[in-house]
């Protein structure tokens, strides 16, 4: 069917490039968030003029851009394999790392939260660890997806 299809119809490979693009904005999100977490803490002070810009900041980065995309990834991912079950281990390692991320990206919307109340009891140097999570994460399902090691 695919085959007698026009150059650039494949729905496969317009699924993949939605999933690549939303990956890749999700990442931007995951990797910038915590960076904001980390300014805030270190130089916003409750109630202060800083603080609310953070505020704003965060929840637009959180709402308008990481949780569509996560959406999507997520959505887009079991679109391109549904045979998930049948082998494929790599595949396996990869579907338990991007659950990692969105581990990570619950945590992330908690730590908002906690900061939109004026609650935040982490210091800046929580969040400078806390940012590279994903980072170890996103190498591992590179590699997984490359090199597919198993």
């Not at 690549?20 to 270190?42: D, S």
């Not at 995309?69 to 790599?90: E, N, R, Y």
């Not at 919307?109 to 906690?114: L, T």
């Not at 660890?129 to 997984?144: C, F, H, K, R, S």
């Amino acid at each position: 069917m695919f085959a007698l299809m026009p150059v650039g119809s494949d729905p496969y490979l317009w699924i993949k490039a939605l999933h690549v693009t939303a990956v890749i904005t999700w990442m931007a999100g995951l990797f910038y968030l915590p960076r904001l977490y980390v300014y805030h803490a270190a130089e916003g002070a409750m109630n202060s003029a800083i603080s609310e810009t953070f505020k704003v900041m965060e929840r637009r980065l959180l709402r308008a851009i990481m949780n569509p995309s996560m959406v999507i990834v997520f959505s887009t991912g079991l679109l391109l394999a549904p045979d998930w079950l049948k082998g494929q281990g790599w595949l396996h390692a990869k579907i338990v790392l991007a659950l990692g991320m969105a581990v990570c990206h619950a945590f992330y919307a908690r730590w908002r939260r906690d900061f939109e109340a004026g609650q935040n009891t982490r210091s800046h140097r929580f969040y400078r660890i806390a940012n590279e999570v994903p980072t170890l994460l996103l190498l591992g399902i590179i590699i997984l997806v490359i090199i597919k090691p198993f």
